[in-house]
């Protein structure tokens, strides 16, 4: 069975992590999105300025739905932001889309982690679909157990590779908004903290999502050298 007497130990300390990590950051994104900064700038507003001041003008924002739906799209080389983030006035607000506008900041840098992580997109999102089947049919055809689990190992350590680069290309655009938006003057000193909070949570759900991976790969390690 896929789901042996190991899988609850690797599953259970992910699953609790990244369960954690969603409630740390709903509960940081609800209290600072009700937080107004003195300035009193949108987030589109704040992102059009930090982009413009790095060259970056003619660089679209879009509104788009959801809720914290918030992403820069590299291929299209544009921002495109929660219609709560584009309007809001909050620290939340602010503090995420100075983030988006960092990827946009790394990306103009050449952020060598960012462009490791976009030539890796293909390949995970291929790995995503295909480990699971490549598992289970190790488990259909048993003679070929070794091999297929071997292959699955394979595949999943991209995603896993993936999820380990994610994290310094996040943690950096944090600390490119931190900076821009106290440069640039959009949030005060005294607001620093907030913005750092909301953005900390938002790195924990990455953080959650390596720690899933690296654990289900180990899973696979143990399942390979069982058989």
Same mark, same amino acid.
């Given at each position: 069975?896929?789901?042996?007497?190991?899988?609850?130990?690797?599953?259970?300390?992910?699953?609790?992590?990244?369960?954690?990590?969603?409630?740390?950051?709903?509960?940081?994104?609800?209290?600072?999105?009700?937080?107004?900064?003195?300035?009193?700038?949108?987030?589109?507003?704040?992102?059009?300025?930090?982009?413009?001041?790095?060259?970056?003008?003619?660089?679209?924002?879009?509104?788009?739905?959801?809720?914290?739906?918030?992403?820069?799209?590299?291929?299209?080389?544009?921002?495109?932001?929660?219609?709560?983030?584009?309007?809001?006035?909050?620290?939340?607000?602010?503090?995420?889309?100075?983030?988006?506008?960092?990827?946009?900041?790394?990306?103009?840098?050449?952020?060598?982690?960012?462009?490791?992580?976009?030539?890796?997109?293909?390949?995970?999102?291929?790995?995503?679909?295909?480990?699971? =089947? &490549?598992?289970?049919?190790?488990? /259909? %055809? $048993?003679?070929?157990?070794?091999?297929?689990?071997?292959? #699955?190992? =394979? &595949?999943?350590?991209?995603?896993? /590779? %993936? $999820?380990?680069?994610?994290?310094?290309?996040?943690?950096? #655009?944090?600390?490119?908004?931190?900076?821009?938006?106290?440069?640039?003057?959009?949030?005060?000193?005294?607001?620093?903290? #907030?913005?750092?909070?909301?953005?900390?949570?938002?790195?924990?759900?990455?953080?959650?999502?390596?720690?899933?991976?690296?654990?289900?790969?180990?899973?696979?390690?143990?399942?390979?050298?069982?058989?």
């Amino acid at each position: 069975m896929i789901f042996d007497q190991w899988y609850l130990v690797f599953a259970i300390p992910g699953l609790i992590l990244g369960l954690y990590a969603q409630f740390k950051l709903k509960s940081t994104y609800s209290r600072y999105v009700q937080q107004p900064t003195a300035r009193g700038v949108t987030g589109a507003q704040a992102a059009r300025q930090i982009l413009d001041q790095a060259g970056l003008s003619g660089m679209p924002i879009n509104e788009v739905r959801g809720h914290l739906t918030d992403h820069y799209d590299p291929t299209k080389k544009a921002l495109f932001l929660s219609s709560e983030n584009y309007h809001g006035h909050s620290v939340a607000a602010l503090g995420v889309a100075a983030h988006e506008a960092g990827h946009a900041l790394q990306h103009k840098a050449a952020y060598a982690p960012l462009k490791l992580r976009m030539w890796m997109v293909p390949a995970t999102q291929f790995a995503s679909m295909a480990w699971m =089947g &490549i598992l289970l049919a190790g488990f /259909i %055809f $048993q003679a070929l157990f070794p091999l297929f689990i071997n292959i #699955a190992i =394979g &595949i999943f350590a991209i995603i896993t /590779i %993936f $999820q380990v680069v994610t994290l310094p290309v996040e943690y950096n #655009a944090s600390s490119r908004a931190k900076e821009q938006l106290l440069r640039l003057g959009l949030i005060s000193n005294n607001e620093q903290g #907030a913005v750092s909070k909301v953005l900390n949570a938002a790195a924990l759900t990455y953080v959650a999502a390596m720690v899933t991976s690296v654990l289900t790969l180990l899973h696979l390690i143990t399942m390979a050298r069982r058989h």
